[in-house]
Nanobody, 124 residues
Framework: EVQLQASGGGLVQAGGSLRLSCAAS????????IGWFRQAPGKEREVVSCIRVSDGSTYYTIPVKGRFTISSDNAKNTVYLQMNSLAPEDTTVYYC?????????????????WGKGTLVTVSS
């Protein structure tokens, strides 16, 4: 059974940090791109960051560049999103997802597997 378990969300003050984790199981982790996505109420889903597990290639959407860092621990089949300098506009539910195609992650469409979200709330 494929599972993507996102965790690490919470309440933090503006300027603070959180680290999200996405624990994967049930598929060959090294063959996939893993992404973090977010969707605020009334807005379209947004690609936050992607990592291609096989070679560590990464992508960040412009609003999070320089603040967020995506990484993977292949021994633990886990992808992390370190979020620093958080701002109130980062408040929303964050989801992780996996797909064999790097391009799918970059556009946030057609991902093979999705996990349940974890809520990040940044207070001003």
């Amino acid at each position: 059974e494929v599972q993507l378990q996102a965790s690490g969300g919470g309440l933090v003050q503006a300027g603070g940090s959180l680290r999200l984790s996405c624990a994967a199981s049930g598929f060959t982790f090294d063959d996939y791109a893993i992404g973090w996505f977010r969707q605020a109420p009334g807005k379209e889903r947004e690609v936050v960051s992607c990592i291609r597990v096989s070679d560590g290639s990464t992508y960040y959407t412009i609003p999070v560049k320089g603040r967020f860092t995506i990484s993977s621990d292949n021994a633990k089949n886990t992808v992390y999103l370190q979020m620093n300098s958080l701002a109130p506009e980062d408040t929303t539910v964050y989801y992780c997802a996996a797909d064999r195609q790097w391009g799918s992650c970059l556009v946030g469409s057609g991902m093979d597997y999705w996990g349940k979200g974890t809520l990040v709330t940044v207070s001003s």
